[in-house]
């Protein structure tokens, strides 16, 4: 099982001015510690979960070329970018710079978006849930369209794109990550047309595991092709406390399939903590 970091909170001690130099001693520390990804969320407003809208919160692409200029292996991706918030050519056009940028180390994580708060905040196109779940796949469609030699229009119900050209193609075709657990849509799609899936950490986890798998078989795909990931605290505690408790979860997750585990590290601004995982959880879980 590899370990990715998941920076969701870019509220730090140092404050804003600092910000540009915390991210790199963040990301430069994660990396020597073995993790094998790093994300940032794709929201404009700080969320419930991590702290109020008001809190300091990055645009997910402009911050994800900033990483790729500071590393050199960790593979980078916006958890999750809403497919609302940008027109699918230049989404494509996005992941594809940031691939070619960082040399081969670009995912698309993508779904259906959420935060109806930030979007009618900053005027940001949101429409209902089902049909952005038709611009989901719609968009699913031309990123995969765009990546490959076929330049012909798309015409969607939602998207009409005249010559599907990207130039420079990128240097590796972006593997493409689905997050949610939506059972009749968000894992049909995973199906459909994704490399990985993202789950959060509950008990629900086997079940939504079986439902993928169903999925699979009625879209003629193989099950065992598409990455299993799974998003969760890596909290070791305040001295490694409670890094026996992260191993024994990490250890029943890789038995249910899932070989990647992505989350937030308290107080991630702390060199010393990303330094324990690398320590302790990141070997580890290398064999499971």
């Not at 005027?123 to 779940?133: H, I, M, S, V």
């Amino acid at each position: 099982m590899e370990i990715g970091l998941h920076i969701a909170d870019f509220t730090y001690p140092n404050g804003p001015g600092a910000l540009a130099d915390d991210l790199t001693r963040i990301v430069v520390a994660a990396e020597d510690a073995g993790f094998a990804r790093v994300s940032v969320m794709d929201h404009v407003w700080q969320i419930g979960v991590v702290g109020p809208p008001e809190h300091e919160m990055l645009e997910a692409y402009t911050t994800l070329g900033y990483l790729a200029a500071r590393t050199s292996r960790v593979q980078l991706l916006a958890w999750v970018t809403a497919v609302s918030y940008r027109q699918p050519g230049m989404l494509a056009k996005l992941v594809s710079t940031l691939d070619v940028l960082s040399k081969g180390r670009a995912w698309l994580g993508i779904g259906a978006a959420w935060n109806g708060e930030e979007a009618a905040g900053l005027g940001l196109p949101f429409p209902d849930t089902a049909e952005r779940f038709e611009r989901l796949e719609e968009t699913l469609q031309i990123c995969r369209q765009m990546w490959s030699d076929d330049e012909s229009p798309y015409e969607g119900r939602h998207y009409r794109l005249g010559r599907t050209l990207n130039s420079p193609q990128p240097i590796r075709r972006p593997p493409i990550l689905i997050g949610g657990g939506g059972e009749k849509k968000t894992l049909r799609l995973v199906a459909r047309y994704a490399q990985a899936c993202n789950l959060f950490a509950g008990p629900d986890l086997e079940r939504k595991l079986d439902v993928l798998r169903a999925h699979c078989a009625a879209e003629g795909r193989d099950y065992d092709d598409i990455e299993k990931t799974v998003m969760l605290s890596l909290d070791t505690g305040e001295k490694g406390e409670k890094t026996d408790e992260l191993l024994a979860q990490l250890e029943g997750l890789a038995a249910l399939g899932f070989t990647e585990a992505h989350g937030r590290v308290p107080r991630v601004w702390e060199p010393d903590r990303l330094a324990l995982i690398g320590r302790e959880i990141v070997p580890a879980a290398a064999g499971f």
